[in-house]
């Protein structure tokens, strides 16, 4: 399995991004997709997460901000960030497990990306 993170870059605040995750060796429709980010120092951070059904969950800092999608025809997930805020500034992964629960939880994650960096900076 393979996920490789894209779309990561230095935009000012109140911008949008789009962060997209290419998948390998594991199909999207079979397994719950997640966005963790990080900073130095600290956790990982549940973003936002996608069911096999396209159920959507996000984390309190980013609802109504953020938006997750998918394309099981392209083996793709998406996160869309709009108003941006300079606290956004971190490493975002992608990570795929099987099953649905504890989908917040990082450990239960068995397959991560590399990271792509976002930068919310004047």
């Known amino acids: 399995v393979q996920l490789v993170e894209s779309g990561g870059d230095l935009v000012q605040p109140g911008g949008s991004l789009r962060l997209s995750c290419e998948a390998s060796?594991?199909?999207?429709?079979?397994?719950?997709m997640a966005w963790f980010r990080q900073t130095p120092g600290k956790e990982r951070e549940f973003t936002a997460a996608?069911?096999?059904?396209?159920?959507?969950f996000y984390g309190d800092s980013v609802r109504d901000r953020f938006t997750i999608s998918k394309n099981n025809a392209r083996n793709a997930v998406f996160l869309n960030m709009n108003t941006l805020k300079p606290d956004d500034t971190a490493i975002y992964y992608c990570?795929?497990?099987?099953?649905?629960?504890?989908?917040?939880?990082?450990?239960?994650?068995?397959?991560w990306g590399q990271g792509t960096q976002v930068t919310v900076s004047s």
């Open positions: 990570a795929a497990k099987y099953g649905p629960n504890e989908y917040t939880n990082p450990e239960k994650y068995t397959n």
């Open positions: 060796g594991v199909a999207l429709s079979n397994v719950t």
């Open positions: 996608i069911w096999r059904s396209g159920f959507q």
